[in-house]
Nanobody
Framework: QVQLVESGGGWVQPGGSLRLSCAASGSIFSLYRMGWYRQAPGKQRELVAFIGSGGITNFNDSVKGRFTISRDNAKNTVYLQMNSLKPEDTAVYYC???????????WGQGTQATVSS
C-alpha cells in the first residue's frame, strides 16, 4: 500500500508560479511511475505530466515549456513546478503512483490550484 500526500496548492495570479509536492510512503518509491493529473470543474481528469523510474518524462501539450516534473527518490517525493500559470490551469491536482506491469495504482487526495486575477 502506498499513501500519497500532496501539498503546495493555492492561489496565484496569471503568470505566477506554484510548486506542488507529493510525498509517498513505502520503500519502493523509486520503482513507481509518478504522475500528476488535474481535474477542473465539469471536466474529466487529465494527465498533466509523469516521470518514470528511470527519469523519462512526458507532458500534456498544454503545459509543455511551462511545467516541469522531478522526483527525489531519497525523499520519496515528486514535484511539479508550474510556471507562467494561466487561468485554464485552475484545477484540483492529483498525485498518482503506478507500478508498471501490475495493478498497483494509487491516488492522493488532491490539492487545489487557482489562477485568477
Amino acid at each position: 500500500q502506498v499513501q500519497l500526500v500532496e501539498s503546495g496548492g493555492g492561489w496565484v495570479q496569471p503568470g505566477g508560479s506554484l510548486r506542488l509536492s507529493c510525498a509517498a510512503s513505502g520503500s519502493i518509491f523509486s520503482l513507481y511511475r509518478m504522475g500528476w493529473y488535474r481535474q477542473a470543474p465539469g471536466k474529466q481528469r487529465e494527465l498533466v505530466a509523469f516521470i518514470g523510474s528511470g527519469g523519462i518524462t512526458n507532458f500534456n501539450d498544454s503545459v509543455k515549456g511551462r511545467f516541469t516534473i522531478s522526483r527525489d527518490n531519497a525523499k520519496n517525493t515528486v514535484y511539479l513546478q508550474m510556471n507562467s500559470l494561466k487561468p485554464e490551469d485552475t484545477a484540483v491536482y492529483y498525485c498518482n503512483a503506478r507500478l508498471p506491469a501490475t495493478n498497483y495504482n494509487y491516488w492522493g487526495q488532491g490539492t487545489q490550484a487557482t489562477v485568477s486575477s
